[in-house]
């Protein structure tokens, strides 16, 4: 069993990667390369996450993957970076953006409320704000992964949800819905650039989408929010990623633009 447990750990990938490199910088953490940004181009279409450049349209349809989905038309609100250090070497795993309903968004009445009392750039650390995020009802947000780290399986990702998801599952009798998205997300073929979809519908139902693939969907409100709970709760699994997209969603909230970001060609 613990040969299992560090075949598929991330641990375990980072020191063999490590391995490979004796430079504090190197291509474990180097950006994606996907297309050269276009200069003065009229349309804002993408924003790129800030250290990878990771490229992130400013809205989606994921009706365009499966008509049957039934999801409306989704905006971005920021992206932040999941990395690893392992011996002085940093790993990017993987980006992480967010997309909403943003007329859903401005409606919410506890976000609002909140909104009020985060400082600008600092919404990520106002406790009331970031609740009311995970906990809003009856608003679709998407969280969109790049895959960022060569070498990287799908295993080694659910095993990392495993540690802190299952759990909280299992206290709240949810433990065959996780299980059941997760053995979905596990049959996923990343590479890097790679992009997956988690799509958490007003509704309750999780969807998990890779390489324009419906893996696996199941509803369950609980799961939804404990998703958001890993990333916007007080123990995130990523503090760039809480930070960034708190303060885009703040932004929105208070009626600015939200992350700054030039424009990049289709």
């Known amino acids: 069993m613990s040969f299992v447990k560090k075949k598929y750990s991330l641990t375990s990938l980072t ?7 004796t430079i504090k910088s190197s291509k474990y953490a180097e950006p994606i390369s996907d297309g050269e940004d276009e200069e003065g181009s009229a349309t804002l279409r993408y924003k790129r996450e800030e250290k990878t450049k990771a490229k992130y349209p400013v809205g989606i349809d994921l009706n ?18 999941r990395s690893e250090s392992f011996v002085g070497v940093e ?10 309903e943003l007329d859903k968004l401005k409606a919410s009445q506890a976000l609002q409320e909140h909104a009020k009392g985060a400082e600008p750039g600092a919404a990520h650390e106002h406790a009331p704000f970031c609740r009311a995020l995970i906990d809003m009802k009856d608003v679709t947000r998407v969280l969109r992964f790049v895959i960022t780290l060569s070498g ?3 295993a080694i990702v659910v095993a990392q949800f495993d540690k802190v998801l299952l759990p909280k599952m299992k206290k ?38 890779c390489d324009e693939e419906v893996l696996g969907s199941v509803t369950c409100p609980v799961l939804c929010e404990s ?14 990623v809480k930070e960034k997209i708190c303060n885009g969603i703040h932004q929105e909230s208070i009626g600015e633009s939200s992350q700054e970001s030039s424009p990049v060609d289709p």
């Open 15 to 21: 020191e063999s990667l490590a391995k490979l490199t």
């Open 64 to 81: 365009e993957i499966d008509s049957s989905l039934r999801f409306p038309m989704l905006t971005f609100v920021g992206a932040g970076l």
């Open 152 to 154: 990287l399986k799908a």
């Open 91 to 100: 790993f990017w795993i993987y980006t992480i953006g967010l997309y909403v």
């Open 227 to 240: 998703i958001m709970d890993i990333y916007f709760g007080e123990k995130p699994i990523s503090a760039d």
């Open 172 to 209: 709240k009798g949810k433990e065959e819905n996780y299980r059941f998205i997760m053995e979905n997300m596990g049959k996923a073929k990343f590479r890097k650039g790679t992009v997956m979809f988690l799509a958490l519908s007003g509704n309750g139902t999780v969807t998990c989408i």
